[in-house]
């Protein structure tokens, strides 16, 4: 079994940073990729972005281009979500998961972390 732990989040003023950091353990750890989404409250979960373990280039939501950026470090089983540039629109729990195919859906997935920026 594959355990996620998100961390990071945390109220911050509008135009700063936050870096989360999400966590796996439980299983040799070898996913296909590895996503950020985000719920924020009386709305549906949305992709953020999205990063193969082997190295290709990462995917990301419109709403985020440029502002965010998705890396991971394999010999810490860590992937990280940069954001930069913060608005409060971007207010969310944020999710990260994982899959081990390229075809199916993202299986597993942490408890989320709170991101609140205020204007």
């Known amino acids: 079994q594959v355990q996620l732990v998100e961390s990071g989040g945390g109220l911050v003023q509008a135009g700063g940073s936050l870096r989360l950091s999400c966590t796996a353990s439980?299983?040799?750890?070898?996913?296909?990729?590895m996503g950020w989404f985000r719920q924020a409250p009386g709305k549906e979960r949305e992709f953020v972005a999205g990063?193969?373990?082997?190295?290709?280039?990462?995917s990301y939501a419109d709403s985020v281009k440029g502002r965010f950026t998705i890396s991971r470090d394999n010999a810490k089983n860590t992937v990280y979500l940069q954001m930069n540039s913060l608005k409060p629109e971007d207010t969310a729990i944020y999710y990260c998961?994982?899959?081990?195919?390229?075809?199916?859906?993202?299986?597993?997935w942490g408890q989320g972390t709170q991101v609140t920026v205020s204007s």
């Open positions: 998961a994982a899959k081990f195919n390229n075809l199916g859906p993202y299986g597993y």
């Open positions: 439980g299983r040799t750890f070898s996913p296909y990729a």
């Open positions: 990063i193969t373990w082997s190295g290709g280039s990462p």
